[in-house]
């Protein structure tokens, strides 16, 4: 159904209304087909069903009613997002590969080491740094993260690849979707290169002119053997900041975007939890992933609304664990 269908019905006539303040054309394309239409500023915020709103920078949501499926709090999923917590929570655990340190005082001499030297709360690649250990003893950092370089990865076209994958938490059920991009870097693998355009970098992946290129994760090699590790992997990982996620309310959710290396044995190793990922990419991409993921994502809070859509995609949620 259109956006612009009459506003005066109601959402059990005519379907659901929905509002984002991301990715507003990647939510319409997923959601029409199910009969969701665009909130428009001159109705009431009492009338939306599903609110995607990223309050970051003290961005103020519309007032939504109790009925509403909206995002968990920020307060919740912070330990997620800023990489010390993670990172402090997660060797709590006992889960501890990567190696992550807090202090360059705590590296010891590895001489064929090397590690990223990262901020907490950065994003993008930016201000990342690559350093031997013998730089970090030298050096006296503090308050960062410094992460151990994962180097026997899986290569595609002799090129070192992230990849990102999207988590759900609702109801406290946590779900993975079964398909994801990955980010192939600009320049050939080197393991001991220090070159951020071999190692991390990934700006600039919109210009063809970059070198770098996005690809549907199901595009590479063994990739039903990789989503089936990358699903053992996130539930243990997720499973440790259950009391953050399973106590909120039935129509609170979280999506996250997670990033993933994956080794030659095609096990992964997660790298970093973004929560409110960026959900605009590559045409290729929004269409092929981001736009199916979102409409999978409504059809797990509400079923009706997956029930309503016109045509459904073959590509799911797939629900991990009970947190």
């Known amino acids: 159904m259109s956006a612009s269908a009459d506003s005066n019905n109601s959402s059990e006539q005519q379907g659901f209304v929905f509002f984002s303040n991301r990715a ?22 009492a009338q939306i069903d599903l609110l995607y709103f990223d309050d970051y920078g003290g961005k103020q949501a519309p007032a939504i009613n109790s009925s509403c499926f909206s995002l968990i709090t920020r307060q919740r999923t912070a330990a997620l997002d800023n990489k010390a917590d993670m990172a ?14 807090f202090s360059s005082r705590a590296i010891a001499s590895e001489p064929d080491s090397l590690w990223y030297v990262k901020l907490p709360y950065a994003s993008g690649g930016r201000g990342i740094r690559i350093l031997s250990s013998q730089e970090l003893i030298d050096s006296d950092l503090e308050n960062v993260v410094i992460q151990e370089a994962i180097r026997d990865v899986l290569l595609l076209e002799q090129r070192k690849f992230t990849l990102r994958l999207y988590v759900l938490v609702n109801r406290g059920k946590l779900y993975l979707f079964d398909q994801g991009f990955a980010v192939l870097h600009a320049a050939d693998y080197d393991p001991d290169s220090r070159d951020p355009e071999v190692q991390f ?6 210009d063809p002119a970059s070198g770098l290129r996005l690809l549907a994760a199901s595009l590479l090699p063994q990739w039903q053997s990789i989503l089936e590790n990358s699903a053992i992997t996130l539930t243990r990982v997720f499973k440790v ?6 106590h909120e309310q039935d129509r609170h959710f979280c999506l996250f975007g997670v990033d993933l290396l994956v080794r030659k044995d ?11 990922p ?3 990419h ?11 993921m ?7 809070l509400n079923p009706a609304w997956r029930s309503a859509q016109e045509a459904p995609g073959d590509r799911e949620f797939r629900m991990l664990a009970a947190l």
């Not at 970098?201 to 919109?206: K, L, R």
């Not at 095609?266 to 409110?276: A, G, K, M, Q, Y």
């Not at 045409?283 to 199916?292: E, F, G, L, M, R």
């Open 24 to 45: 507003s054309r990647q939510f319409a394309l997923a959601l029409e087909p199910m009969g969701g239409r665009v909130w428009q500023d001159h109705q009431s915020p």
């Open 88 to 101: 402090r929570a997660l060797i709590a655990a006992g889960l501890d590969e990567p190696r992550v340190y």
């Open 201 to 206: 970098a990934h700006e600039g992946y919109m």
């Open 241 to 246: 900041f259950r009391d953050r996620l399973r």
């Open 266 to 276: 095609h096990s992964v190793v997660l790298v970093e939890i973004n929560d409110r």
């Open 278 to 280: 960026n959900l605009v």
């Open 282 to 292: 590559t045409d290729s991409i929004n269409k092929n992933v981001n736009t199916p």
């Open 294 to 300: 979102l409409a999978a994502m409504a059809g797990i």
